[in-house]
């Protein structure tokens, strides 16, 4: 089914709260800084142009040394430090990428050793941008299950590894980063509802065509720009209004909620264009929609926990406030989550 296809749970707001919960969260951006005047240098573009068709100023690039999971690893310090954890106390790392460090191993077993998260499980999970709120769906499920007791999620990227700087079209949009957090049974967020939905029938509209088996990579690939991300960016942007609209809809009607219930709306970070009109379908006014894509761009896996972990830390979520998060990428996929924030 191309719907929302399940829910981790459809808690009654006045229960006594039995988890998934998050414990923590945490964020890394490299340090080094592309702004749109750079990128007026090297392709057929303007300030002016990207501002106002994205909202996007500059985003950033990992450093020549740093890969996926090196960013990863900064990411999942700060949310351990955040949830006062030891890496002793995790017992999966999942991590959502659609840019590992490699195709084997896993991008998770690198994180793993370099925490020296010895007793955990690892692996990765592929949901283009919405990866984070999958990963958030299946490590609620690990934790409700009791197969878990604390997963360390992360949505990392290095996505100017996979950008071709010669297409302008995509050249603008996307930067590096990553966002972790902590799933157990109880923290400071409370996951009141999950939900996720695909459809595989729009696979050409945001792609990487060749690097796997069904086009291994050769000379002729290279050369043909194949292992670039293509994008179809007039049809990914009505396809994402679309679905994140969708997609909140449906939580809300699971949930009982209003739209006017909602203190923060979080929409993964494509293009301001596309968070203000999900928001205005949605009926969440614009002050409540963060935006945080202006020093960030689009940095698929990891927009949602940067941009969330960035607001907390501007102070903008009090005691029980309901923040919804919301997402949509490649494949096409989608989710939504509806989160209660505790201040203590
Ligand atoms: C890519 C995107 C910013 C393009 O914006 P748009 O308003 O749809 O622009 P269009 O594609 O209609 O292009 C309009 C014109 O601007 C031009 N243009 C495209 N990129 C440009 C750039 N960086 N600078 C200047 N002009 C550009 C186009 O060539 C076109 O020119 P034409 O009218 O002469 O043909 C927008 O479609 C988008 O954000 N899509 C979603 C992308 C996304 O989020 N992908 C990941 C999803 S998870």
Request: a negative charge; hydrophobic letters at 40%; one cysteine or more.
């Amino acid at each position: 089914m191309n719907t929302l296809t399940d829910r981790v749970t459809k808690a009654p707001l006045n229960t006594t709260w039995m988890g998934p919960s998050l414990s923590g969260l945490g964020h890394y951006l490299p340090p080094t800084t592309i702004t749109n005047h750079d990128l007026g240098k090297i392709v057929d573009t303007s300030d002016e142009w990207i501002s106002s068709r994205t909202g996007i100023k500059s985003r950033r690039r990992a450093g020549a040394l740093q890969a996926t999971s090196d960013l990863a690893v900064e990411a999942a310090h700060g949310a351990l430090a955040e949830a006062n954890l030891a890496v002793e106390d995790i017992d999966l790392i999942l991590l959502a990428t659609a840019t590992p460090d490699t195709p084997v191993p896993a991008t998770a077993s690198l994180v793993q050793e370099a925490l020296g998260a010895h007793g955990a499980g690892a692996m990765d999970l592929n949901a283009g941008c919405s990866g984070f709120l999958y990963g958030l769906h299946t490590a609620g499920a690990f934790v409700r299950s009791g197969y878990s007791q604390n997963v360390l999620l992360i949505g990392a990227e290095t996505l100017t590894r996979v950008t071709d700087y010669s297409d302008r079209q995509t050249c603008i949009l996307f930067g590096d980063g990553a966002g972790a957090c902590v799933v157990s049974n109880k923290g400071q967020m409370d996951v009141l509802y999950s939900g996720v939905g695909s459809d595989g029938s729009h696979t050409e509209l945001i792609q990487i065509q060749a690097g796997g088996s069904r086009s291994p990579a050769s000379a002729d690939t290279v050369a043909a720009h194949q292992h670039f991300l293509q994008l179809d960016g007039k049809r990914v942007f009505k396809q994402a209004v679309r679905r994140m609209s969708e997609a909140a809809n449906t939580a809300l009607e699971a949930t009982g909620l209003q739209a006017s219930d909602v203190s923060w709306l979080i929409p993964h970070q494509a293009n301001e264009r596309i968070m203000s009109a999900v928001a205005e379908i949605v009926g969440i006014a614009v002050p409540q929609v963060v935006n945080d894509i202006a020093e960030t761009g689009n940095t698929s896996a990891a927009s949602v926990p940067i941009a969330m972990d960035r607001a907390r830390q501007a102070g903008a979520f009090k005691d029980g406030d309901l923040i919804m998060l919301v997402a949509f990428g490649a494949g096409l996929t989608w989710a939504c989550q509806i989160l209660r924030y505790n201040e203590s």
